[in-house]
């Protein structure tokens, strides 16, 4: 018979393990803060993957509405413009003739009168369909005459009311004073100050030539005999010759 000594169990003979009996040793406090800064409890860490993937979604729907209207804003005075309204588009020039460069212009009348230059004054509004189709011919005269003339197109909007019945209260060099209250106008002024050319409409480029040869005193530029405007497509023009 064995005595009566009491066996200890298998498992007091082995040393406490962290996991079986000590208690889980407390947050660190800084991490404690962190988890609370972020909105996530401790205990709901775990959740803060399918919140990331939200996030994330709703970031990827916001950019691609940002994108849209940016599009929408870069082109849609592009794509809405027509040649036949009296709606504004824009500048005409870079619109239905592809010449920016013509706006603003480089000198004013009456600095281009008292340096005894050849002027060219277009009267047009960028709001007007015959100022659109007439576009094109004011960049072939840049084109055909360059530096030997001074080109001046000029919106009639700001200028003042009574036109050519105000003009003896109207210094020379203002405009005002040669505008008729038509568009499109085209008035040629020689070395001298003169008006040698006057005429409202679709004026001919053959016209506007012959004027502005006789008051340069240069030959017409070849080739000649250019005359009207051809629409090839919804927002351009181009100057065609009389033969065709």
């Known amino acids: 018979m064995t005595t009566g000594t009491m066996v200890p169990s298998r498992q007091r003979d082995l040393p406490h393990t962290n996991d079986q009996r000590r208690p889980a040793p407390p947050m660190v406090p800084e991490i404690q803060a962190f988890l609370v800064i972020d909105g996530i409890a401790a205990a709901g860490a775990s959740s803060r993957r399918p919140l990331q993937a939200r996030w994330r979604r709703t970031i990827g729907a916001f950019a691609?509405?940002?994108?849209?209207?940016?599009?929408?804003?870069?082109?849609?005075?592009?794509?809405?413009?027509?040649?036949?309204?009296?709606?504004?588009?824009?500048?005409?020039?870079?619109?239905?003739?592809?010449?920016?460069?013509?706006?603003?212009?480089?000198?004013?009348?009456?600095?281009?009168?008292?340096?005894?230059?050849?002027?060219?004054?277009?009267?047009?509004?960028?709001?007007?369909?015959?100022?659109?189709?007439?576009?094109?011919?004011?960049?072939?005269?840049?084109?055909?005459?360059?530096?030997?003339?001074?080109?001046?197109?000029?919106?009639?909007?700001?200028?003042?009311?009574?036109?050519?019945?105000?003009?003896?209260?109207?210094?020379?060099?203002?405009?005002?004073?040669?505008?008729?209250?038509?568009?499109?106008?085209?008035?040629?002024?020689?070395?001298?100050?003169?008006v040698v050319f006057d005429a409202s409409g679709q004026v001919e480029v053959d016209a506007i030539n012959g004027a502005v040869s006789q008051a340069t005193g240069l030959p017409l530029p070849a080739p000649s005999g250019l005359g009207s405007t051809r629409s090839f497509n919804e927002l351009n023009s181009e100057v065609v010759s009389g033969g065709r």
């Open 64 to 194: 691609a509405l940002l994108l849209l209207l940016a599009v929408s804003l870069g082109f849609g005075s592009a794509a809405e413009a027509s040649l036949n309204d009296d709606r504004y588009d824009g500048n005409i020039f870079a619109l239905y003739a592809g010449n920016g460069s013509l706006v603003p212009p480089r000198s004013t009348l009456a600095l281009a009168l008292e340096q005894h230059r050849v002027a060219v004054v277009v009267y047009y509004l960028d709001d007007s369909s015959v100022s659109k189709r007439f576009a094109p011919v004011v960049s072939e005269l840049q084109r055909l005459w360059g530096n030997n003339v001074e080109l001046i197109p000029l919106v009639t909007d700001p200028l003042q009311p009574g036109g050519k019945a105000a003009a003896g209260a109207l210094p020379v060099g203002d405009p005002s004073r040669y505008w008729s209250g038509l568009i499109p106008q085209v008035v040629v002024f020689d070395r001298q100050g003169q």
